[in-house]
């Protein structure tokens, strides 16, 4: 159930609002095999060669879920035809699918449901493609921000930052490119946050980001498929907001993984 924000007049779950996965509830794996997934870095992974396989991850205690999350992957490349992940209660009896997509690209996969109480336990099938890889998998409580982003902002997943070397002769002709390492970059501004708000809400995430990586997902309204894995380039701070409204804004700048 949603409550209206007194600013905008709108559901505080608006689909407009971006959301932020930081929080990762997962303490461990079933198998060894997955824990390459529970080290939030994007260069190790967890290798599957073919057929149906799921991946099972315990949350303890059995807490509170309403997103799962993965990064680092190749699972359109692949040839990955199903990602479906499921909840699990403290009794390990009831199974609910959470969500279930066929990837169309090697982007961020971000599933977003109904709270699922006392979730003890998540599970992650892949279902067909060969040679799949896996890097990050989070599942907690999703940060929901208090507003929309303004306009002019530009959507990360279409910010490449990319370093090339370039190859040229003695006589200046051309003779190739490669690529040294690449990314995505942009910048992310709020205003109109309450204080309370910020306070309560908003900076257990600026701690959190201060050491690890997130996910961020800018619009799911109408980009739903635009999701982002990376960190921030410097500390956030918010600045009081002109006026007796006690509002505040806040802007962050992030670098984000691209596959």
Same mark, same amino acid.
């Given at each position: 159930?949603?409550?209206?924000?007194?600013?905008?007049?709108?559901?505080?779950?608006?689909?407009?609002?971006?959301?932020?996965?930081?929080?990762?509830?997962?303490?461990?794996?079933?198998?060894?095999?997955?824990?390459?997934?529970?080290?939030?870095?994007?260069?190790?992974?967890?290798?599957?060669?073919?057929?149906?396989?799921?991946?099972?991850?315990?949350?303890?205690?059995?807490?509170?879920?309403?997103?799962?999350?993965?990064?680092?992957?190749?699972?359109?490349?692949?040839?990955?035809?199903?990602?479906?992940?499921?909840?699990?209660?403290?009794?390990?009896?009831?199974?609910?699918?959470?969500?279930?997509?066929?990837?169309?690209?090697?982007?961020?996969?971000?599933?977003?449901?109904?709270?699922?109480?006392?979730? &003890?336990?998540?599970?992650? +099938?892949?279902?067909?493609?060969? @040679?799949?890889?896996? #890097? /990050?998998?989070?599942?907690?409580? *999703?940060?929901?921000?208090?507003?929309?982003?303004?306009?002019?902002?530009?959507?990360?997943?279409?910010?490449?930052?990319?370093?090339?070397?370039?190859?040229?002769?003695?006589?200046?002709?051309?003779?190739?490119?490669?690529?040294?390492?690449?990314?995505?970059?942009?910048?992310?501004?709020?205003?109109?946050?309450?204080?309370?708000?910020?306070?309560?809400?908003?900076?257990?995430?600026?701690?959190?980001?201060?050491?690890?990586?997130?996910?961020?997902?800018?619009?799911?309204?109408?980009?739903?498929?635009?999701? &982002?894995?990376?960190?921030? +380039?410097?500390?956030?701070?918010? @600045?009081?907001?002109? #006026? /007796?409204?006690?509002?505040?804004? *806040?802007?962050?700048?992030?670098?984000?993984?691209?596959?």
């Amino acid at each position: 159930m949603s409550t209206i924000n007194t600013i905008t007049g709108r559901a505080t779950n608006d689909l407009s609002f971006a959301r932020i996965g930081y929080e990762n509830k997962i303490t461990s794996a079933l198998s060894a095999v997955y824990d390459a997934v529970l080290i939030p870095n994007t260069w190790e992974r967890w290798e599957s060669a073919s057929g149906t396989v799921t991946a099972s991850f315990n949350i303890a205690p059995a807490s509170k879920v309403n997103y799962i999350a993965i990064a680092a992957h190749n699972l359109f490349t692949a040839g990955v035809t199903e990602v479906r992940v499921e909840c699990v209660d403290s009794g390990l009896s009831s199974f609910v699918t959470v969500g279930s997509i066929r990837p169309t690209s090697n982007s961020p996969i971000f599933f977003e449901f109904d709270d699922f109480d006392g979730c &003890a336990r998540i599970t992650v +099938t892949l279902v067909g493609g060969t @040679n799949r890889e896996i #890097g /990050v998998i989070y599942a907690g409580e *999703v940060l929901i921000m208090q507003q929309a982003l303004y306009g002019g902002h530009t959507p990360i997943n279409l910010a490449s930052v990319t370093d090339y070397r370039n190859a040229m002769s003695d006589t200046g002709q051309f003779l190739g490119r490669t690529i040294r390492r690449r990314g995505l970059s942009s910048s992310f501004a709020w205003q109109n946050l309450t204080e309370q708000w910020y306070r309560d809400t908003f900076k257990p995430f600026v701690d959190s980001a201060k050491e690890k990586p997130f996910f961020i997902q800018w619009r799911p309204d109408y980009q739903t498929n635009e999701v &982002a894995f990376g960190y921030t +380039t410097g500390d956030i701070a918010p @600045n009081n907001q002109a #006026g /007796v409204t006690r509002l505040v804004s *806040v802007n962050m700048s992030m670098r984000a993984h691209d596959e």
